[in-house]
């Protein structure tokens, strides 16, 4: 009978050059199979507050439901849902307690993975930090950015390249804080053992492109560590324009 893989997580986050402070935030659970990356709405009030919010709450919601996760393998998608709509409710309390956040908010990217034979990768995000797969020399978004550009795309209004250089592509049409009852979308894809997950903020994707990317992941595939350490270095070198955050999941093989 095949053992089931273990993953571990890897990441890393900095405010680069540009900015006052760093309003990501992120979480490496390791041993409930859970990641986070958080990115709080610039030009926003507590954006800051948002983030750490969303994934300290995460974080503690991750924890409470872990036993009830070994009871219930099989709901590992309603799980990391939950992870992110505890998230929403918290800071709409907050809002609700101090009317000066009124107006906070932060993007959000959840992963949980099943420690299976065959494992399956559980994403639940918000606005638009990212979620890739890199797998036998490809790189591939498993998440879709909640933007305004994006929609355009969608529509046929501009073409990718245009979204780009767009000058609204920043303006998110979804993220914690925004609506109380907001879901998160949601998507599931299975991985294999020499797979690597990636999560980020904006940060990274500004600064590096898909295949910028692909290129740091494919030279150091056989070492999370360094690949997360290189993304964040491209991204500051190319001129840090944003706070950067990058998770890099890998399967841990003994």
């Known amino acids: 009978m095949t053992q089931p893989l273990s993953w571990a997580g890897i990441g890393r986050t900095e405010r680069g050059h540009v900015r006052s402070s760093n309003q990501d935030a992120m979480a490496i659970l390791n041993?409930?199979?859970?990641?986070?990356?958080?990115?709080?709405?610039?030009?926003?009030?507590?954006?800051?507050?948002?983030?750490?919010?969303?994934?300290?709450?995460?974080?503690?919601?991750?924890?409470?439901?872990?036993?009830?996760?070994?009871?219930?393998?099989?709901?590992?998608?309603?799980?990391?849902?939950?992870?992110?709509?505890?998230?929403?409710?918290?800071?709409?309390?907050?809002i609700l307690a101090k009317p000066s956040l009124k107006g906070m908010g932060t993007t959000i990217v959840a992963l949980a993975l099943t420690p299976a034979s065959m494992p399956v990768a559980h994403i639940?995000?918000?606005?638009?930090?990212?979620?890739?797969?890199?797998?036998?020399?490809?790189?591939?978004?498993?998440?879709?950015?909640?933007?305004?550009?994006?929609?355009?795309?969608?529509?046929?209004?501009?073409?990718?390249?245009?979204?780009?250089?767009?000058?609204?592509?920043?303006?998110?049409?979804?993220?914690?804080?925004?609506?109380?009852?907001?879901?998160?979308?949601?998507?599931?894809?299975?991985?294999t053992p020499s797979d690597l997950i990636m999560l980020c903020s904006d940060g990274l994707t500004k600064m590096l492109d898909d295949s910028a990317i692909a290129s740091v992941l494919s030279g150091a595939q056989a070492d999370p560590q360094r690949a997360c350490h290189e993304l964040v270095e491209q991204a500051l070198t190319r001129g840090g324009e944003d706070n950067v955050t990058v998770i890099v999941v890998a399967s841990q093989h003994d």
């Open 124 to 191: 639940a995000h918000l606005g638009d930090s990212r979620a890739y797969l890199y797998r036998a020399g490809e790189l591939m978004q498993l998440t879709r950015d909640h933007t305004l550009v994006q929609k355009f795309v969608q529509r046929g209004l501009i073409d990718a390249a245009t979204a780009l250089v767009h000058p609204e592509r920043h303006i998110l049409t979804k993220g914690l804080g925004m609506d109380v009852d907001m879901k998160p979308e949601r998507t599931s894809t299975l991985v």
């Open 31 to 94: 041993d409930c199979s859970v990641w986070i990356v958080a990115d709080g709405m610039g030009g926003h009030p507590a954006g800051d507050v948002a983030a750490q919010t969303a994934v300290a709450t995460a974080t503690e919601r991750a924890r409470e439901r872990a036993a009830w996760l070994q009871e219930h393998p099989g709901a590992v998608d309603e799980f990391v849902v939950d992870l992110v709509t505890s998230a929403n409710r918290r800071i709409h309390d907050l």
